[in-house]
């Protein structure tokens, strides 16, 4: 049977709480560029489009190195929150949300914005005739329709979050409490001698969690046909 | 009554058109492609005017000229598509009441019993929209668009996606709808037979023109 030390579980339950909080926190935040990128035309749209998508074929490592240099202490944005709203990222667990939400992002946007595609726009307009407001168009008939894509891009996020490794350990080290999660946890476990049989506990156990993601994701995109044909 | 007098163009088609209606059910005739689908969107205002003024009972509606344009969601126009357009995550009460609770009407069990009565659609409440038949989901669509207290009612062809059968199931409730709801309505179709039995007045659209207007025996020639 497989034993896992309080080590492992502090960073496992870290792993958790950072991924659990980049995805909610980052899921309005894709909505609303979700529908952008799927319902409106404007100036910059697929340079905004691009930019979303960056964290996907960048080197982590360059990710992380941006987070640094912008949210760090001495990072522009980072040294004004920390100054006025008090929050500060850097080798905070915080810090590891922010880059596990950043890095998250694109593979949380993506089927939200095809679920969003897919609705009927029809179905909008007549909405709109019976006295919907465009928001309420949007909170009563886009949202619902496009929801298991929401649910599914939920999980994917929550997946790729839990996963992340490069631009968290460059962003925030690896801090056994603070920033230590499952993948930082690994690699640290595979340079120390005796180290083996730690790693492939939580081996395992990240296998099963993306396992466990990746079958969420299915079983909402099989709601979603189902949704959409009205039954 | 209402007032169109309105120009668009939409690519290679050009659209101009002009009259004036206070007939209850006003015809919109033509072959398809002769713009009856443009000109009834910019009546709902999913559609805006390149050039003119659309208005009801003196209400300015869009006036190019002084920059108006008032939303379709601001225009208390029902709309009845030729697909429907039920919603289809939302039974069919839920979509009856959709009008009301968007527009912040009070509920009136009384109307909605006399709208679900005269449509026989009462027995389709707890349904989903994908579980009805074309005949059922035109109805309760007429239903929808009803209970939101139109001052207008446009119909696209509502009888288009249905064949033989179905329209002779439909044809009596728009019949009793006309004699019955006292809200005026614009009825396209490019059936004659259809518009002889509905229509108070016609007019006549060719090619994005208006061709002749009148009463219902413009159909003939």
């Known amino acids: 049977m497989i034993e896992i030390t309080p080590t492992e579980w502090t960073a496992i339950l870290l792993s ?25 035309d404007f100036w910059g749209k697929s340079f905004l489009d691009a ?4 964290p996907l074929v960048l080197p982590p490592v360059v990710t992380g ?10 990072g522009l944005v980072g040294g004004w929150l920390a100054d006025t709203l008090g929050i500060v990222f850097a080798f905070r667990w915080t810090g590891a949300a922010l ?4 890095m998250a992002f694109p593979l949380l946007v993506r089927p939200i914005r095809l679920s969003i595609e897919a609705v009927d726009q029809k179905l909008e ?30 999980v994917l996020g929550f997946a790729k979050a839990i996963g992340e490794f490069g631009a968290t350990i460059t962003f925030v080290s690896n801090i056994p409490g603070e920033t230590q ?5 690994i690699y640290s476990l595979i340079q120390t001698p005796d180290g083996d049989a730690a790693a492939l506990r939580l081996v395992v156990v990240s296998v099963i969690i993306a396992v466990a993601a990746l079958i969420g994701a299915e079983w909402f995109a099989r709601r979603a046909t189902r949704r959409l044909h009205g039954n | ?31 398809s492609g002769a ?4 000109l009834i969107n910019m009546i709902a205002g999913l559609l805006q005017p390149d050039r003119g003024t659309i208005s009801i009972d003196g209400e300015i509606l869009d006036d190019t000229k002084k920059g108006i344009h008032i939303p379709a969601w601001r225009r208390r126009i029902g709309y009845v598509f030729q697909d429907a357009r039920l919603f289809p995550h939302l039974n069919v009460a839920q979509n009856l009441d959709y009008g009301r609770r968007m527009n912040g009407i009070a509920d009136d069990p009384a109307q909605r019993r006399r709208v679900t009565d005269l449509l026989d659609i009462g027995h389709l409440l707890s349904r989903r929209p994908g579980k009805l038949s074309g005949g059922e989901r035109q109805r309760v669509a007429l239903g929808r668009a009803l209970l939101s207290k139109p001052r207008l009612l446009l119909l696209d062809e509502p009888l288009g996606a249905l064949d033989e059968g179905r329209r002779a199931e439909i044809l009596p409730y728009l019949v009793r709808l006309r004699d019955e709801a006292r809200i005026p309505m614009v009825y396209v179709s490019h059936d004659p037979a259809e518009l002889r039995q509905l229509a108070t007045q016609i007019v006549l659209l060719k090619n994005g023109r208006v061709t002749s207007f009148g009463g219902v025996k413009v159909l003939a020639g």
């Open chain 1, 65 to 74: 190195y941006l987070l640094l240099l912008t949210f760090g202490r001495r």
């Open chain 1, 125 to 154: 307009q007549a909405a709109e005739t019976l006295g919907a407001t465009p928001f309420r168009v949007f909170l009563t008939v886009t949202l619902p329709m496009a929801l298991p894509g929401v649910l599914a891009g939920m």
């Open chain 1, 99 to 102: 880059a596990c939400g950043v």
């Open chain 1, 181 to 185: 999660t499952i993948s930082s946890a």
């Open chain 2, 35 to 38: 713009g009856k689908s443009s």
């Open chain 1, 16 to 40: 958790l709480r950072v991924a659990s909080v980049a995805t909610l926190v980052a899921t309005p935040l894709g909505i609303a560029l979700a529908w952008l990128l799927a319902r409106r």
């Open chain 1, 51 to 54: 930019l979303v998508h960056l």
């Open chain 2, 1 to 31: 009554m209402l007032r169109v007098d309105i120009e668009k163009q939409l690519g290679e088609f050009s659209l101009s058109a002009s009259f004036t209606s206070e007939g209850r059910v006003t015809g919109l005739f033509g072959a």
